[in-house]
């Protein structure tokens, strides 16, 4: 695909204060998509939050953002992806944690 | 008693399993309550936004076991947003080396150019990615910092001292069978350093990849680059990625299974599932062997049995199945899919801040239709 198309772009249709804002994200697929909505749903001001990838040719995803008390979706959007990646981080400490201490059935494996 | 264990335990496990809002239902034909409800205004009164200290608290990771190609370990409080996104990454985005290039200078075998070298392209190499730069374009110019060079020449020639009576191809002739252990590595530039600890080669040396018979040969040149799985499976470092979630078997305290039906309530289920007592014929639920139950269901086709049990699997408790390829070890793998989705987000991070900088600027943002 093109360089020129940016990562991520607002479709038309969002009000100024992007209260309301449908995100598309190219170059992306499930694989953060359904991470990315499901930790937008885990934040209270998050009104409604969904995904999909619109055609299986086209390589990039939309995700749809509303929130309550016209509050900004764009910031929602910067402090889930903040949030994902602290996740992220906690899940790698606690497995190079589990890799050190715990106590380990090593198996040998027929090749 | 039991419940007093269980109170006792430090393991975040048990307390998920005895949760039942983390339940999906196994009835005879169907599933219940398979969606998470763990979110904001789900339930009156109830929080659930995201906290990250709660979800420390929460999280635990167990390596269970442990192989140079496998590896078992569970993942317990998280989503399945989360497995799924660590299971597809694995398989389609962790890059690792395979040969691309394939320069024909002879062939006379049976088999095709493209066939062959497809074939070649599927051998998995022992190469370290990291060490590596990808190449971005088929037209980047190859350096001994994006590309691995192999060389493979065989003649297939016939045995002069082979006894007479023989009819075996091996003893007949000299290189009946091309192997992935035919392929010899080329260092180009600094290489000879870099892969010094482990030279450049397939993982399984004993691949069959062609047969040839006398008079036939192979001349070839291969360049291996870096890849990932979503271009071709190739570059997939896995042979299998994948979770299941942890089953758990409910029995009534209340209402517990007769003595007489003990043993035919235990063949139920996969072998080490239920204990029964040798006395006392009292039925419980082995803890370690409650993970290898298939959950057939088998119990709740007997009438007189299904009372006395419910079937259910443990929504955030995940036991995944890693099994490498080669190039990396298995315990390396989940980390390697966790660096590629902390590198998505930040990517995505960064563009979405510029596109936050732009709004500002221009003090509008894109938003009737032109």
Redesign the interface.
């Known amino acids: 695909m093109s360089e020129s198309l940016?990562?991520?772009?607002?479709m038309?249709?969002?009000?100024?204060d992007?209260s309301a804002a449908t995100y598309q994200?190219h170059n992306?697929?499930?694989?953060?998509g359904?991470?990315l909505?499901?930790?937008l749903?885990?934040?209270?001001k998050v009104e409604f939050c969904g995904y999909s990838a619109p055609h299986p040719s086209e390589n990039h995803i939309q995700i749809r953002i509303q929130m309550y008390d016209n509050s900004s979706s764009?910031t929602a959007?910067?402090c889930a992806?903040?949030?994902?990646?602290?996740?992220?981080?906690?899940?790698?400490d606690?497995?190079?944690?589990?890799?050190e201490h715990?106590d380990?059935?090593?198996?040998?494996?027929r090749? | 008693m039991i419940m007093a264990q269980v109170s006792t335990s430090t393991s975040t496990t048990e307390q998920s399993s005895f949760n039942p809002r983390v339940h999906v239902g196994l009835l005879e034909e169907r599933v219940t309550n398979v969606s998470s409800t763990d979110f904001p205004g789900h339930y009156p009164d109830e929080d659930y936004s995201w906290n990250l200290k709660e979800f420390k608290k929460k999280l635990q990771v167990k390596i269970q076991k442990l192989s140079t190609r496998s590896i078992e370990f569970d993942l317990v409080g998280i989503d399945a947003s989360i497995a799924n996104a660590l299971r597809r990454i694995l398989i389609a985005e962790v890059p690792t080396i395979a040969i691309e290039y394939v320069y024909v200078w002879n062939n006379t075998s049976v088999m095709v150019d493209e066939v062959f070298s497809h074939r070649l392209g599927l051998i998995p190499l022992n190469v370290d990615p990291a060490l590596l730069e990808v190449k971005e374009s088929s037209s980047d110019q190859a350096t001994d910092r994006n590309t691995i060079v192999f060389k493979l020449h065989v003649e297939c020639t016939r045995n002069t001292v082979a006894p007479r009576n023989s009819t075996d191809p091996a003893v007949l002739y000299n290189n009946s069978e091309v192997l992935a252990g035919n392929l010899e590595w080329v260092s180009q530039g600094e290489q000879s350093e870099v892969f010094a600890a482990r030279p450049p080669a397939p993982t399984i040396p004993e691949t069959v990849l062609v047969k040839l018979r006398p008079g036939q040969g192979i001349e070839m040149e291969m360049h291996a680059v870096k890849g990932v799985g979503k271009d071709h499976a190739k570059f997939s470092p896995v042979a299998t990625a994948s979770y299941r979630l942890l089953p758990h078997i409910i029995l009534d305290e209340a209402n517990p299974v007769p003595p007489h039906l003990a043993t035919r309530f235990r063949d139920c289920f996969s072998p080490g599932v239920i204990k029964v007592d040798l006395r006392t014929k009292k039925v419980s639920v082995d803890k370690r062997g409650v993970r290898g139950e298939t959950m057939s269901r088998e119990v709740l086709r007997h009438p007189d049995l299904a009372e006395y049990v419910k079937l259910a699997r443990v929504r955030d408790h995940f036991i995944f199945n890693i099994e490498s390829e080669g190039p990396y070890e298995p315990q390396r793998l989940p980390l390697e899919a966790i660096r590629v989705m902390r590198e998505k987000l930040s990517a995505l991070k960064s563009a979405t801040e510029m596109l936050r900088a732009q709004g500002n600027s221009d003090g509008d943002v894109q938003m009737t239709d032109t």
């Open positions: 940016s990562k991520i772009r607002i038309p249709g969002a009000p100024s992007l994200i992306e697929t499930h694989t953060l359904n991470a909505r499901w930790m749903m885990k934040n209270p764009l959007l910067l992806l903040d949030d994902l990646g602290a996740l992220f981080e906690s899940i790698e606690a497995f190079k944690a589990s890799l715990d380990i059935e090593v198996w040998d494996e090749r």
